[in-house]
């Protein structure tokens, strides 16, 4: 049973560029959330999406975007990438529908430098 | 709005020693989720636990046990007879109940170094 994969792992773009981040989440799970993770903190919340929509987001600005398909996977995109953008960006899946119990169950990340 | 607090940043213990791991947290919920997350430096989270607010007992698996504390708005972990492969990054975080655990706010974590 594969769990959350993320690709690609490492990645390395220039100021004001576009970046895209894939994830396919756990077999079963239905939503996906995605974090970022700055060098020796903790993960923030970037949003969620579930039913192919955006159900919540955190403190991001327009520049981060997101897409589910109808296979569950998502995309995470980042438009005029800033310096302060390199971080991990983690994928998590979780199961929502029927009540599902929404545990988390994270990839390894992409790691994302900006320069 | 939610905050986690975790006041150690590193840690350093000798092999077999015990050490606990500290979580204070901060909601307006009063229904909630508490988690701690296992960090290694291939950058997966690894799921220890999640604890339901209702829930004050304390949880003992193998060598890892929890104390949560309502009353102090604390969820420490500790590790008994540490183990080399117990170093990594450990992260306490909180949810509300209604995101069913989907949605985090984690604390900046404490880097737990086992020296052999």
């Known amino acids: 049973d594969a769990g959350v994969t993320q690709s690609p792992t490492h990645l390395i773009k220039t100021r004001g560029q576009q970046v895209t981040l894939r994830c396919s989440p756990k077999?079963?799970?239905?939503?996906v959330s995605w974090y970022q993770q700055a060098l020796g903190q903790g993960p923030q919340f970037i949003f969620q999406?579930?039913?192919?929509?955006?159900?919540q987001r955190g403190n991001f600005p327009d520049r981060f975007s997101g897409h589910q398909f109808p296979n569950y996977s998502s995309e995470l995109n980042v438009n005029a990438l800033l310096l302060g953008d390199s971080a991990l960006y983690l994928c998590?899946?979780?199961?929502?529908?029927?009540?599902?119990?929404?545990?988390?169950?994270f990839g390894e990340g992409s790691r994302l430098t900006v320069l | 709005a939610q905050k986690v607090t975790q006041a150690q940043t590193e840690i350093s213990v000798v092999e077999k020693e015990d050490v606990t791991l500290d979580c204070v947290y901060e909601?307006?919920?009063?229904?909630?989720?508490l988690f701690w997350y296992k960090q290694p430096p291939s950058g997966e989270l690894v799921f220890l636990i999640r604890?339901?607010?209702?829930?004050?007992q304390n949880e003992i698996s193998g060598r890892y046990s929890w104390n949560f504390q309502k009353s102090t708005s604390s969820f420490n972990f500790t590790i008994t007879a540490s183990q080399v492969v117990d170093s990594a990054v450990y992260f306490c975080?909180?949810?509300?109940?209604?995101?069913?655990?989907?949605?985090?706010?984690f604390g900046e974590g404490t880097q737990l170094t086992v020296n052999p």
């Open positions: 604890r339901n607010s209702f829930d004050e």
């Open positions: 999406y579930y039913e192919e929509e955006e159900r």
């Open positions: 998590a899946s979780s199961f929502l529908g029927r009540g599902g119990g929404g545990e988390l169950f």
């Open positions: 909601t307006r919920d009063t229904t909630y989720y």
């Open positions: 975080a909180l949810s509300e109940a209604k995101t069913s655990g989907s949605r985090l706010t």
């Open positions: 077999s079963g799970h239905d939503t």
